[in-house]
């Protein structure tokens, strides 16, 4: 995964969501922006939706760790948590399918991504390793 030329590594958790992990793996690639979550706290959200078909929540949570992946099946919307988050709506508290980890770069991804409000919608791109 790359946002504005910063890289990170990511493994998918598919002994715990497969359904999401095989639809997003069939998704892939991805090109889209990332804006700043508003209500979540340290979470980036890709701006186009990514319908993935499933309507199950798998590895649900509504607190998310750095680093978490996560796909809202109501919205179709990809969400990466990049420090302190609580997934949530202008209505209230949120669960999400957590389907994947940052393994390797979070550190420059998160100082990056705490620049989005200011900077405004950045490119992503998603797609697998060489």
């Given amino acids: 995964m790359e946002i504005s030329g910063v890289s990170v590594t990511v493994a998918l958790l598919d002994k715990a969501a497969p359904k999401v992990c095989e639809a997003f793996w069939r998704?892939?690639?991805?090109?889209?922006?990332?804006?700043?979550a508003?209500?979540?706290?340290?979470?980036?959200?890709?701006v186009d939706p990514v319908p993935l078909g499933v309507k199950d929540l798998e590895n649900a949570r509504?607190?998310?760790r750095p680093g978490d992946i996560c796909y809202c099946p109501d919205f179709d919307e990809i969400s990466i948590c990049?420090?302190?988050?609580?997934?949530?709506?202008?209505?209230?508290?949120?669960?999400?399918?957590v389907f994947g980890c940052i393994t390797d770069g979070l550190d420059e991804f998160a100082a990056h991504?705490?620049?989005?409000?200011?900077?405004?919608?950045?490119?992503?791109?998603?797609?697998?390793e060489q």
């Fill in 27 to 36: 998704a892939l690639p991805l090109e889209s922006f990332a804006i700043h």
């Fill in 38 to 46: 508003r209500w979540s706290g340290d979470m980036i959200f890709m």
């Fill in 62 to 64: 509504r607190f998310v």
């Fill in 82 to 97: 990049y420090g302190v988050a609580d997934a949530r709506l202008p209505s209230g508290s949120h669960v999400l399918s």
């Fill in 113 to 128: 991504c705490i620049k989005i409000p200011v900077l405004g919608a950045q490119p992503v791109t998603v797609k697998r």
